[in-house]
């Protein structure tokens, strides 16, 4: 089964831009993966903010992005807030079947 | 509005089967376009996507929990379920259903602990 690497942990000042990303140990990241970008506040369900590389839901704030980028899928975060602060995964599509990133913690500080 | 709510218990013994059920309201499941689907997170760690199916039966599993997962839906009922087997300490976690198809709805999760 394939592994989907993030960035651990990051941090952004407030107001700041940051870019999380999501690779694929099978090698480049495409359209065809689908890539899902989704938020986890403690003690919350995660809320999916991007959808299939870049397809945003209407909840998802303005300030949130999806890409390709540099072999893999990125979530461009402009202008944080500090209500950005939470665990980030994505997910990735291999052939049926889905995969979590680890998760990225964001920090907003 | 759909909504998606999980039910079931919420401690299983080892080497039992954990048995969850997905009741869908606000939609029906039975349409070619969707996907519903199960992911869990044991607590403290990131999630796991379990596998998902769709009204038809045609479904799609983690590899790593295939030959212990069985996924099904019930169309007169409008809801999905979930069987795993052999459980063990390891299967701990907060158990969401989803409509799998752009993930937009999820349930609030329940928890099923794994002990004797």
């Known amino acids: 089964q394939a592994v989907v690497t993030q960035e651990p942990s990051l941090t952004v000042s407030p107001g700041g831009t940051v870019t999380l990303t999501c690779g694929s140990s099978t090698g480049v990241v495409t359209s065809g993966h689908y890539p899902y970008w989704f938020q986890q506040k403690p003690g919350q369900a995660p809320r999916t903010l991007i959808y299939?590389?870049?397809n945003k839901h209407s909840w998802t704030p303005a300030r949130f992005s999806g890409s390709l980028l540099g072999g893999k899928a990125a979530l461009t975060l402009s202008g944080a807030q500090p209500e950005d602060e939470a665990e980030y995964y994505c997910l990735l599509y291999y052939s049926g079947a889905r995969v979590f990133g680890g998760g990225t913690k964001l920090t907003v500080l | 509005q759909l909504q998606v709510q999980e039910s079931g218990p919420g401690l299983v013994p080892p080497s039992e089967t954990l048995s969850l059920t997905c009741i869908v309201s606000g939609g029906s499941i039975s349409s070619n376009d969707y996907y519903w689907g199960w992911i869990r997170q044991p607590p403290g760690k990131g999630l796991e996507w379990i596998g998902r199916i769709q009204y038809t039966g045609n479904t799609n599993c983690n590899p790593s929990l295939k030959s212990r997962v069985t996924i099904s839906a019930d169309r007169s009922k409008n809801q999905f379920s979930l069987k795993l087997s052999s459980v063990t300490a390891a299967d701990t976690a907060v158990y969401y259903c989803?409509?799998?198809?752009?993930?937009?709805?999820w349930g609030q999760g329940i928890l099923v602990t794994v002990s004797s």
């Open positions: 299939d590389t870049s």
């Open positions: 989803a409509r799998d198809t752009h993930l937009e709805y």
